[in-house]
């Protein structure tokens, strides 16, 4: 009885450790997977979570993007999950490959890059301050960042 009762533990541990759940961002506490810095901004944070169930946290979406570069692998991967952190719900994860993004002189994202996420076009372009700002979908932000 005692094998049976470790053999369902066992069994138990490893369904929750392989499971593919996006995981909550601990603001202050996690660290940025590209740049090491501390997660602090709600607007801009971003996640990405692997087929495998590995949990990446960024503190932006163009550290998310840069990290993607140095593992193509992990971008490649048709069962990755992207998420991003939007402008509008500051800590709401949402597909990243969904949204829209718009860089812009008056988000002052973490890294500098000036890039905030939208869930539509819509949203994106009405927040447009000026004639410099440049609107991305998911592939063109990945890209140019």
Known sequence: MKILALFAIAVLFLIVSCSREPQPIQYGKDACAHCRMTIMDKRFAAEIVTPKGKVFKFD????MAAYLK?????????????LVCTYNKPGVLVNAQNCYFLSDGIFKSPMGGNLAAFISKERA???????TAKLYNWPEMLKTR
């Open 60 to 63: 932006a979406a163009e550290c």
């Open 125 to 131: 372009t009405t927040a447009i301050d000026s004639k």
């Open 70 to 82: 140095t593992e193509p692998q992990i971008a490649a991967d048709q069962n990755t999950i992207f």
